[in-house]
């Protein structure tokens, strides 16, 4: 299932080290400009067409006790919209819940 998607970025030419390895620093310094400084959490997918062209897609993990919030559209909605208000200072302060850090949880 090879498919890109946007315009490519001629980035760099590489060959191979005597391990047969090829460095990939100066496209994670590019990658990390549009995915941020989390490059440690990321994983690539490796995919290689019939002539040869390899494409690296990178992906993250979502932990499988999050993945209800990715599949379920009205709550990630609420949670985009309550981290933007957030930000915009929308919100009213309850205090610190420091006093029940200690708390037995039923």
């Known amino acids: 299932m090879l498919a890109a998607r946007g315009r490519a970025k001629f980035?760099?030419?590489?060959?191979?080290?005597?391990?047969?390895?090829?460095?990939?620093?100066?496209?994670?310094?590019?990658?990390?400009?549009?995915?941020?400084?989390?490059?440690?959490?990321?994983?690539f997918r490796v995919e290689i067409?019939?002539?040869?062209?390899?494409?690296?897609?990178?992906?993250?993990?979502?932990?499988?006790h999050e993945l209800w919030l990715y599949k379920n559209r009205e709550a990630s909605d609420s949670?985009?919209?309550?981290?933007?208000?957030?930000?915009e200072g929308k919100f009213v302060s309850k205090g610190s819940f420091a006093q029940f850090a200690d708390a037995e949880i039923e």
């Open 79 to 87: 949670v985009h919209r309550g981290l933007k208000e957030a930000e």
């Open 11 to 43: 980035i760099m030419r590489a060959g191979l080290d005597s391990k047969k390895r090829l460095s990939l620093t100066r496209v994670l310094t590019e990658l990390k400009s549009m995915v941020g400084d989390d490059l440690d959490k990321l994983v």
């Open 49 to 64: 067409n019939e002539i040869g062209q390899v494409l690296l897609t990178p992906e993250v993990s979502i932990p499988a």
